[in-house]
């Protein structure tokens, strides 16, 4: 087993190294937007920073939703092209002879999986340390006052193992072309629906207020104070994530040869 | 035949990095920025090499040494070892639960219904629920502890001081190693007869203790990745869960034990541990330890078994 996780890393090692440093390069480039800004007004950099950091009304930092969420979604969406690279038909059959079998080539891409959400989930980690510490220097800002999403993180990386559980036996049945088509038209379909109902539907509120509610029950429900079944609910889903991720293991396993027969070459 | 000189020189240098890489920057960042904001504070970036350092001396020292990474227990093992990572999770829970119901039997008084009426049962289980699926992803911070106590430093010095010897001298160098933490009062706060001493030792004792639990998971599993959640399990607060059975101290918010009442609540696990430590040492005397000689130890001569089933081989 060891053998087919180290091949899956060394065919996959620039998807890994990008999921590392996917974070530090986000905040780079904010940076780079804050020293632009700066430059191309009469603000300092510090002004410019506080100015872009922190949006006005929403009390979430912009800096940190911009650091710690883009690269979750987008090294999700990089996770499923570590499929791409081995369907063919040949690499297929050697797998199913091969003396760990289509258990053991299934098993090592989802152990990849799960490795690049923890590398993004560390990479996220340190890279809101980072944003802490320029926060300190920057505009003085001291260890209460700092809005950390620390305890989100866990819930993201379960997030991104729940669709991962959902796409991945899609994918080995009909391909990653195909099965990013089924994938697509179901996303589209939700997405549509959304703006459908941005643009028509009753909203909860005007001017952000909608965020700024999420915000608040964020924090009741870190501070322990939510509803019991919350965190119910909460536990019921990484519960579920957890034993799906292990069930959608084994139907891929049993789905494989079905998709292989199917490859063009 | 055996070769200890070269195995201690390995544990001394192992050593040496370990406690120069953590001490260092925690000595320096201490005396320039303070405890409190290198810990958790906007500082905390600059602590990583610290709780990295364990890691990094293993790495260094195979290095240097050109030991190679034999033995290094970094693969997951999953394959019929499943149930020590659920143990992981457990053992952690398991201590909390002892050492809370004997401090409430010692130092409180049995009473449900106090427990209820500030913690609902719903509210435990959903945490215990949330908390078990939760803290295991979080084992990345103490990998570096374990990836460096564990699979190095127990694997080298079992051969030279046996298995109880390392569980309490490997305890004790984890305890004190822990040292420019509990000087700054990060284990029991400052406001102790005998501090920081006392801290100290009751640290070491700690890590005797949880270290049995460390040092048998990683035995049994083959891999380093059980100690470190179950590790995390312990710092991300799983046993104090069962704080939920506390009973008779009145606002837990201001309840704090003194290291004594802490060693006194510790006895069940402390018996525990005591337990555990025998089964590795009949587990041990079942399979002998074997340093790696420098010398080539000689092939045995093949039996008949084995020339029969050379044969079976040869003929399929």
């Known amino acids: 087993m060891t053998g087919l996780i180290y091949k899956e890393m060394r065919q996959n090692r620039n998807v890994l190294w990008f999921s590392g440093f996917m974070a530090p390069l986000c905040l780079l480039c904010f940076l780079g937007m804050v020293l632009l800004g700066s430059l191309n007004t009469d ?3 510090r002004e410019a920073y506080a100015d872009m950091s922190a949006d006005g009304d929403l009390p979430l930092p912009m800096i940190l939703t911009y650091c710690c969420i883009v690269p979750f979604l987008t090294t999700g969406l990089l996770s499923l092209n570590i499929f791409a690279q081995d369907e063919t038909k040949k690499w297929g059959y050697f797998t199913a002879s091969h003396p760990k079998g289509i258990q053991g080539a299934v098993y090592a891409k989802y152990v ?14 340190f890279t809101e340390e980072l944003v802490m510490l320029l926060d300190h220097l920057i505009l003085g800002k001291k260890a209460g006052e700092m809005v950390s999403y620390a ?3 866990p819930f993201l990386v379960f997030i991104q193992i729940f669709l991962r559980m959902i796409d991945i036996p899609f994918i080995i049945r009909f391909g990653k072309k195909r099965g990013e088509s089924v994938k697509i038209m179901v996303i589209g379909g939700l997405f549509i629906g959304a703006i459908v109902y941005a643009l028509f539907g009753p909203l909860p509120g005007e001017d952000g207020e ?11 429900f870190k501070a322990g104070a939510a509803q019991d079944w919350i965190y119910w609910l909460l536990a019921g889903f990484l519960w579920l994530t957890i034993f799906g991720y292990y069930f959608s293991y084994k139907l891929s396993c049993k789905l494989y040869m079905k998709g292989v027969e199917q490859y063009d070459k | 035949m055996t070769n200890k000189k070269p195995e201690l020189k390995r544990l001394l240098l192992f050593l040496l990095f370990a406690f120069g890489i953590a001490w260092i920057p925690a000595i320096i960042l201490n005396e320039t920025v303070g405890y409190e904001n290198w810990f958790n504070g906007p500082y905390v970036i600059f602590g990583l090499p610290t709780l990295y350092a364990p890691a990094l001396a293993n790495i260094i020292t195979r290095k240097i040494t050109k030991e190679g990474w034999e033995n290094s227990l970094f693969h997951l093992n999953f394959k019929g070892h499943l149930k020590y990572y659920v143990l992981a999770v457990l053992l952690p829970f398991i201590q909390g639960l002892l050492s809370n119901v004997t401090a409430t039997l010692v130092y409180g008084h049995w009473d449900f219904h106090e427990m209820l009426a500030r913690q609902s049962l719903s509210d435990y289980f959903g945490s215990i629920l949330l908390m078990f699926a939760m803290a295991p992803l979080l084992a990345w911070n103490t990998f570096g502890e374990e990836f460096g106590w564990r699979a190095y430093m127990n694997q080298k010095m079992e051969p030279l001081l046996g298995t109880t010897g390392t569980v309490i001298i490997g305890g004790i160098i984890w305890g004190v190693w822990h040292a ?8 029991f706060g400052t406001d102790y007869w005998g501090f920081p001493w006392l801290g100290i030792v009751f640290m070491s004792v700690w890590c005797i203790v949880m270290g049995v639990f460390l040092m048998w998971l990683t035995k049994k599993s083959g891999s380093i990745f059980p100690a470190a959640i179950m590790h995390i399990c312990n710092n991300a607060g799983i046993p104090h869960l069962n704080r939920f059975f506390l009973s008779g101290f009145g606002d837990l918010e201001e309840y704090e034990q003194t290291i004594p009442q802490m060693f ?12 555990f430590t025998y089964f590795m040492i009949r587990d041990g005397k079942k399979q002998k330890p074997v340093l790696q000689s420098d010398e080539p130890a000689e092939k045995p001569a093949p039996s008949a078994a084995d020339l029969q089933n050379d044969e079976r081989c040869l003929t399929e």
Do not use: Q
């Open chain 1, 43 to 45: 603000l300092t950099f």
């Open chain 1, 112 to 125: 990849l999986i799960f490795l690049m959400s923890i590398i993004t989930f560390v990479s996220v980690t």
């Open chain 1, 151 to 153: 305890g989100a993180f």
């Open chain 1, 210 to 220: 909608f965020f700024i509610r999420v915000y608040d029950w964020w924090e009741t």
């Open chain 2, 180 to 187: 420019p933490l509990t000087v700054k009062g990060h284990n």
């Open chain 2, 264 to 275: 006194v609540c510790m006895i069940p696990y402390l018996i525990l541990a005591a337990v």
